[in-house]
């Protein structure tokens, strides 16, 4: 398995703040996802993080309001701008790692428990 | 683009039994399906998984099944136990390594 952490664990904010989320991951990962889960909620992708080009974003989710940056193979960071109380959700990093088996095999992290206020 | 269906959306069953959570994806280009398992206040958590090679895959108390002709898989848990009780979720990965989660399903096993 791979070794992922997210910082912070937990943050609440005010409306109209700004956040940026860190995710490290322990050894070098081509793609990592960033994903929205909202309460009570399945997941959801807001982008995938390529290091050294844009990030993909899904349907629904723009860059201006998830800036993401990827400035090296294990590590990524997302923004949630301008936040209003709709943003409250839990967000989680994901990495694909091969397996000695050889099979591609999708981790996730702690997870960032957001609530705006 | 991948759409993932999963029911029951609750399933509470008595420690002890077994419990089938059932999964339908739309691309017939998807060939991973993965069950996380996300227990309160946790991260998903990789349970079992099957390739589209293969009909069907056995770890101890936990199995699953494909079938790629119907484009439905399934997760089976026999001699369920209070830890069991959790949300899972299926997913469907296709060959632009995009996961597609379903909806979940919270299991209550009762004692």
């Known amino acids: 398995s791979a070794v992922i952490s997210q910082k912070p664990s937990r943050d609440i904010c005010q409306r109209g703040t700004s956040l940026t989320i860190q995710c490290q991951v322990d050894?070098?990962?081509?793609?990592m996802f960033w994903y929205r889960q909202q309460p009570g909620q399945s997941l959801t992708l807001i982008a995938t993080?390529?290091?050294?080009?844009?990030?993909?974003?899904e349907s629904g989710f723009v860059i201006d309001k998830f800036p993401i940056s990827r400035p090296n193979l294990t590590f990524s960071t997302l923004t949630v701008s301008n936040m209003s109380p709709e943003d409250s959700s839990i967000y989680l990093c994901?990495?694909?790692?091969?397996?000695?088996?050889?099979?591609?095999?999708?981790?996730f992290g702690p997870g960032t428990r957001l609530t705006v206020l | 683009g991948e759409n993932v269906e999963q029911h029951p959306s609750t399933l509470s069953v008595q420690e002890g039994d077994s419990a089938v959570i059932k999964c339908t994806y739309s691309?017939?280009?998807?060939?991973?399906f993965p069950w996380y398992k996300q227990e309160l206040g946790k991260r998903p958590q990789l349970i079992i998984d099957?390739?589209?090679?293969?009909g069907e895959k056995k770890d101890q108390r936990i199995a699953v099944t494909l079938n790629k002709t119907a484009k439905h898989f399934s997760l089976h848990i026999t001699e369920t136990q209070p830890e069991d009780s959790a949300v899972y979720f299926c997913?469907?990965?296709?060959?632009?390594?995009?996961?597609?989660f379903g909806g979940g399903t919270r299991l209550m096993v009762k004692p």
């Open positions: 050894s070098q990962v081509t793609m």
């Open positions: 994901s990495v694909v790692r091969r397996t000695s088996g050889g099979a591609d095999t999708q981790y």
């Open positions: 099957i390739r589209s090679n293969v």
């Open positions: 993080a390529n290091q050294g080009s844009e990030a993909t974003y």
């Open positions: 997913a469907a990965h296709n060959a632009g390594n995009m996961l597609t």
């Open positions: 691309d017939s280009a998807s060939n991973y």
